[in-house]
């Protein structure tokens, strides 16, 4: 059954369209990832999901429709989001930063802070140090941890591997499958590298210029020229 | 030496109560609030109606005057801020305004010569031949009673750690969930609470008159501008500087030229080193 369901999503800001009825489904413990150049309209459809944009079309979410609700409303029904700047506070402790994730959700504090230090040890031994004195890769793992603490059931992640080192982009891939295998959750990722798309989805889809214009399967995605269409042009 | 160490602290303590109602808003709704001295200017005025025109006990007075302070803040908040917001020139004028205008309420309700409040708690300690009358050590003390459990607050609640959030990143803050009108709003009513109350012990340390909203809106602006945006412990040393420059100053100098040097000090702090001394965008 589909978690998240988005049905001809238009995203605008003032006059400028950055989405164009974009449609697609999302089924619930599954990892699906939408893939495209620089400025397709990825994170404007993360935005538009959390409700920080200005749309026309419908998303539902566990069968409800949260078009037009607010984003307080949509995090505590359970989306969580690590964006791709990440938004962190940056003169706020690592821990502190989590406890503001846990908003919306104060009871599952000790068990989701539980569960996040197991994931991500290098938190736990970093609690006290404050996020602006910290790498690209720590950084990423504050975001995925801010959003756990809300107690999402989808986890939204814009391009999680972006600028962080090979061997840093693994850990995260191993972190977003336990999270779907060992938490049940749902994860949808953006990206621009491909390939990394390619080996951790079970779905993919292509956005180019504000439009979905293909999607499928890795494997019969990965050779389809519509993907390299949409990296290279036509 | 002594003499000006006391009446330094004193002063200090008053002047960070003063400052940090300012600092909240500044940093966390990026605005200047230039009607936040009319909050001292309340709550003077409602303190000394209600203890010396209705006779109430002075513990419950000030605690109206505060309740007063904190719907101000809101109505401001609802009336003024949040239907400008985004334009910020537009929310500072009117703040300005507004703050002129409640000047003139208070005239017309209470006449335009000042007025002497009666000490909270009366007395005078001598100490080292200084006079500190208990009234000015009441008000010191419980500066620093409401800033640290402002820290606290600040520091270890979930509200609290929203307020930051809000501060440091406005979209980290929406996407954990946060509403950034609700901490605003209640960020407007803790402003406001703050300055009522400064302005029952500013008024104390003075006198109460009309035009009594000016003075302390320099020393918050001051504050802001020496500390850099928005740190309570930035606030605080910065509250200390200016204390003591003005009790050194009137007591080595001249007692005439003691708001002089703080004007100085912002101008050259503005030249010198415009994000503050320790400007960085956090509670």
């Not at chain 1, 991500?120 to 504050?142: D, H, I």
Request: glycine letters at 10%; aromatic letters at 8%.
């Amino acid at each position: 059954m589909a978690l998240l369901e988005i049905d001809k999503l238009s995203a605008f800001y003032g006059k400028a369209q950055a989405l164009h009825e974009v449609s697609l489904s999302v089924g619930a413990g599954s990892i699906i990832a939408v893939v495209g150049a620089n400025g397709a309209g990825k994170s404007t459809l993360l935005d538009s999901i959390m409700g920080l944009t200005k749309t026309t079309g419908a998303v539902r979410f566990d069968g409800a429709e949260i078009t037009g609700c607010k984003t307080k409303e949509i995090v505590s029904r359970g989306i969580g989001y690590g964006p791709e700047r990440f938004n962190l506070f940056p003169f706020m402790t690592v821990r502190d930063n989590l406890l503001v994730g846990a908003y919306t959700a104060r009871d599952d504090i000790g068990k989701n802070l539980a569960a996040i230090h197991k994931l991500f040890p290098r938190l736990a031994e970093r609690e006290t140090q404050e996020t602006s004195t910290q790498s690209g890769g720590e950084r990423q793992m504050v975001s995925l941890g801010r959003a756990l603490m809300s107690s999402p059931r989808l986890l939204l992640v814009d391009e999680p591997t972006i600028g962080l080192a090979p061997k840093v982009c693994l850990e995260i891939a191993d972190v977003l499958r336990r999270l779907r295998d060992e938490f049940s959750l749902t994860v949808v990722i953006t990206e621009q590298n491909a390939n990394f798309a390619l080996s951790l989805a079970e779905r993919v889809h292509v956005l180019e210029t504000g439009r979905l214009v293909a999607e499928g399967r890795p494997e019969d995605l990965a050779n389809d020229e519509r993907l390299a269409a949409a990296y290279f042009g036509h | 030496m002594l003499q000006v160490l006391i009446q330094g602290l004193l002063l200090s303590g008053l002047y960070a109560l003063i400052a940090v109602g300012f600092t909240l808003i500044f940093s966390i709704g990026r605005v200047l609030n230039l009607a936040y001295g009319a909050y001292l200017l309340i709550g003077g005025y409602a303190y000394f109606y209600f203890t010396q025109a209705i006779g109430l006990p002075k513990f419950a007075a000030v605690l109206l005057a505060a309740v007063i302070g904190c719907a101000l803040g809101i109505l401001k908040f609802l009336l003024i801020v949040r239907p400008l917001r985004g334009n910020h020139v537009a929310i500072e004028i009117s703040t300005l305004i507004l703050a002129v205008v409640l000047q003139s309420a208070v005239v017309l309700a209470f006449g335009d010569s000042s007025k002497i409040l009666l000490p909270i708690i009366p007395g005078v300690e001598r100490v080292a031949g200084a006079a500190v009358p208990y009234s000015n050590l009441f008000a010191a003390v419980m500066s620093w009673v409401i800033l640290i459990a402002l820290w606290i607050f600040i520091r270890s609640t979930h509200t609290g750690r929203a307020m930051q959030a809000v501060s440091m990143d406005a979209k980290g803050a929406a996407i954990s969930g946060i509403d950034a009108d609700r901490v605003n709003m209640i960020t407007w009513a803790i402003s406001g609470t703050l300055g009522a109350v400064a302005g029952v012990f500013f008024a104390s340390y003075t006198q109460l008159y009309p035009g009594m909203w000016v003075a302390p809106l320099i020393i918050a602006v001051a504050v802001v501008i020496v500390g850099g945006i928005g740190s309570i412990i930035g606030t605080l040393i910065v509250a200390h500087i200016i204390g003591f420059m003005e009790v050194l100053v009137s007591t080595y100098l001249a007692p005439e030229l003691r708001g002089i040097f703080t004007m100085v000090l912002i101008i050259a702090i503005l030249v010198l080193r415009p994000r503050g001394l320790f400007g960085r965008e956090e509670l």
